[in-house]
């Protein structure tokens, strides 16, 4: 065999193990079904790169570090929670946003974001799977009728507030902020991961022992307290680490493409 023959036939592999970016994107779309929800960015394709995908690289926020370590595997595909072009910022494509966007264009990078949709999905969403790693069982959504299904609430084992602070410091690898709104165990609880502090007001109302997000506010102290609600910011970045890898674990099972997930060290 010629020195041709085999660079042509190692090409024909590699494109033979590519998928249409077109048929992704269509699963995905159909999956979290964005319309539903009334989000502060552009939910699917943000960056257009090419337009067969053979490695898709999935990580939290499509920072720079996320983008080198991208273009070092190779990446035809970069997934994420947190992408660009946000409401209220910006249309500007200047400085770190330039850098960002060049590194994709240079490199034929597509960059697909998937924000509220990935954060209330039922198996494959932040608050789903936020449940699991916790062994809290879900009985449903407190923002269902008017909200957009991203409050999940239910039960778990009964335990000391001082307790649940130390499992979150196991489970997620990071130690939560505690406020304490009362002096009774934890067994009902709701949350939603990521930046969604002010839900504790609805969490409150509903009765629930303690309420669970990524991050706190000043003005979240008073409410715990004066609500009668404990609160754990558990990490913004921590408490979303699992839908996107679990995203791209089931584009890599369903259409063969490889997956790669790189968690970017953020302590918030």
Request: glycine share 8%.
């Amino acid at each position: 065999m010629s020195d041709t023959t085999t660079v042509l036939s190692a090409i024909d592999e590699q494109e033979s193990n590519m998928v249409a970016r077109k048929l992704l994107m269509d699963d995905m779309h159909t999956l979290l079904t964005p319309e539903r929800f009334k989000d502060f960015t552009v939910n699917g394709l943000q960056v257009e790169g090419g337009d067969r995908v053979r490695r898709v690289m999935t990580g939290v926020t499509a920072s720079q570090a996320l983008l080198n370590e991208a273009v070092a595997w190779q990446a035809d595909m970069v997934l994420v929670h947190h992408g660009y072009f946000w409401k209220n910022e910006s249309v500007a494509i200047t400085g770190m946003k330039q850098r960002r966007i060049a590194t994709l264009l240079a490199h034929g990078i597509n960059l697909v974001a998937w924000h509220l949709p990935l954060d209330a999905h039922a198996t494959l969403g932040n608050n789903a799977l936020l449940a699991d790693r916790m062994d809290w069982q879900v009985q449903g959504v407190l923002d269902g009728e008017m909200g957009q299904g991203l409050l999940y609430y239910g039960e778990m084992a009964e335990c000391s507030q001082q307790a649940l602070a130390e499992r979150f410091g196991e489970r997620l690898e990071r130690q939560p902020l505690m406020v304490s709104g009362h002096d009774r165990p934890v067994r009902s609880i709701a949350w939603c991961t990521g930046g969604a502090q002010d839900m504790i007001i609805q969490a409150a109302e509903a009765g629930m022992d303690a309420f669970v997000s990524g991050e706190i506010s000043e003005r979240t102290t008073h409410l715990a307290r004066e609500m009668g609600i404990t609160y754990y910011a558990a990490g913004h970045h921590a408490t979303e680490r699992d839908g996107i890898r679990a995203l791209g674990d089931w584009l890599a099972q369903r259409h063969g493409v490889e997956h790669r997930f790189v968690d970017i060290d953020n302590p918030v």
